[in-house]
């Protein structure tokens, strides 16, 4: 699985982290981008009603308002990482310092704050099973406020997209 693909941030009623909602051809851009991450910018102009400029312009200004990131996606397994797993992780306390410790961890693709059996799931995509245990048992549960986690190996990686549109 090889393929380009637009995330978005989520965003409220008031937009993405409480700043000026998202306008309809911006979302629209977005899901142009989300269907195809090369598509170009004149054949998105044509389907939203903009010049190629105005997309240009409105594609850079959700770039660097992060609202929206542009990634090659890939499935690890085909470029060296034998080892996904979704970890739970359960917290002491207040989770925000165990959430942003997670963050920087280069391993940790996803962080998520849940309401549930866990605190924070967090995926990791690792170089092997001996990464895999060095990042859980070394790094993960030896945070300060980490109370427990529990595992979730991917022994396979069936279907990986990011084409949900902006509904």
Same mark, same amino acid.
């Given at each position: 699985?090889?393929?380009? #693909?637009?995330?978005?941030?989520?965003?409220?009623?008031?937009?993405?982290?409480? #700043?000026?909602?998202?306008?309809?051809?911006?979302?629209?851009?977005?899901?142009?981008?989300?269907?195809?991450?090369?598509?170009?910018?004149?054949?998105?102009?044509?389907?939203?009603?903009?010049?190629?400029?105005?997309?240009?312009?409105?594609?850079?200004? +959700? +770039?660097?308002?992060? +609202?929206?990131?542009?990634?090659?996606?890939?499935?690890?397994?085909?470029?060296?990482?034998?080892?996904?797993?979704?970890?739970?992780?359960?917290?002491?306390?207040?989770?925000?310092?165990?959430?942003?410790?997670?963050?920087?961890?280069?391993?940790?693709?996803?962080?998520?704050?849940?309401?549930?059996?866990?605190?924070?799931?967090?995926?990791?995509?690792?170089?092997?099973?001996?990464? +895999?245990?060095?990042?859980?048992?070394?790094?993960?549960?030896?945070?300060?406020?980490?109370?427990?986690?529990?595992?979730?190996?991917?022994?396979?990686?069936?279907?990986?997209?990011?084409?949900?549109?902006?509904?």
């Amino acid at each position: 699985m090889h393929s380009e #693909s637009v995330s978005t941030r989520p965003r409220d009623s008031k937009g993405v982290n409480g #700043s000026t909602p998202i306008d309809a051809v911006s979302l629209a851009i977005i899901e142009q981008l989300q269907e195809d991450g090369r598509r170009p910018y004149a054949a998105i102009g044509k389907a939203v009603g903009l010049s190629e400029a105005a997309v240009r312009q409105r594609v850079q200004k +959700l +770039l660097d308002q992060n +609202l929206m990131q542009i990634v090659a996606v890939t499935d690890p397994l085909t470029v060296g990482f034998r080892r996904q797993a979704m970890v739970g992780v359960n917290v002491e306390g207040d989770l925000e310092p165990v959430a942003d410790a997670l963050t920087e961890m280069d391993e940790v693709e996803y962080v998520v704050v849940t309401a549930g059996s866990f605190d924070l799931i967090v995926e990791i995509v690792c170089e092997d099973d001996d990464h +895999l245990l060095e990042m859980i048992n070394k790094r993960i549960r030896t945070l300060a406020g980490v109370r427990s986690t529990e595992s979730f190996v991917y022994l396979k990686l069936r279907k990986q997209t990011y084409t949900w549109g902006t509904r």
